[in-house]
């Protein structure tokens, strides 16, 4: 109770500001918290800016990376391209037989073959094997007697695979029973 008295004769009210009267070593150690707050406080915010900054920075390095992550295979085809309009250019300028055109185009498509390969695609193994519906679209269905039902008769379209994983359903017709 006296504690009570004391602590309420320490304080008077000046037009509602209230005047707390306390000792030195109390009024160093508030003082010393308080700049110690502060300090904190201007950590907290410069630790916050310096987050941000670096969220910002990697969001503009993610978007670099995926507007550039092809440019490798990119140049590669660009060779590719190359290739075939000398192909066209010597066969519209020169007039060149058939066979050597046909030739000309079947490297270029080797040279492509090559190119898909070393960057782990490959086409999807499908004539004559069991329809997977991971792996093939089934376009159509023809009658045969000769094979088992739902195997692949025939390619439409090529399907490939990138590092065992499918970028495209191989497009097929499947054959039923009758």
Request: aromatic residues 6%.
């Amino acid at each position: 109770m006296d504690e009570m008295k004391k602590n309420h004769e320490n304080k008077k009210e000046d037009n509602g500001i209230a005047t707390v009267t306390l000792k030195e070593s109390e009024y160093s150690q508030l003082k010393d918290a308080a700049e110690k707050f502060k300090d904190i406080q201007d950590k907290l915010l410069r630790s916050h800016a310096d987050f941000e900054n670096m969220r910002k920075r990697l969001e503009r390095e993610k978007q670099d990376f995926l507007k550039y992550a092809n440019e490798g295979i990119i140049l590669e085809l660009l060779n590719v391209l190359d290739d075939l309009e000398r192909v066209i250019n010597l066969a519209e300028d020169k007039h060149e037989e058939l066979n050597a055109f046909l030739k000309g185009v079947e490297m270029i498509l080797a040279h492509l073959y090559e190119l898909l390969k070393a960057h782990g695609v490959k086409p999807v193994d499908a004539e004559g094997k069991v329809f997977d519906p991971n792996c093939h679209e089934a376009l159509m269905q023809v009658e045969n007697r000769d094979l088992p039902e739902n195997t692949i008769v025939e390619v439409l379209q090529k399907g490939y695979l990138m590092h065992e994983r499918v970028i495209r359903t191989a497009k097929v017709k499947v054959s039923k029973k009758q």
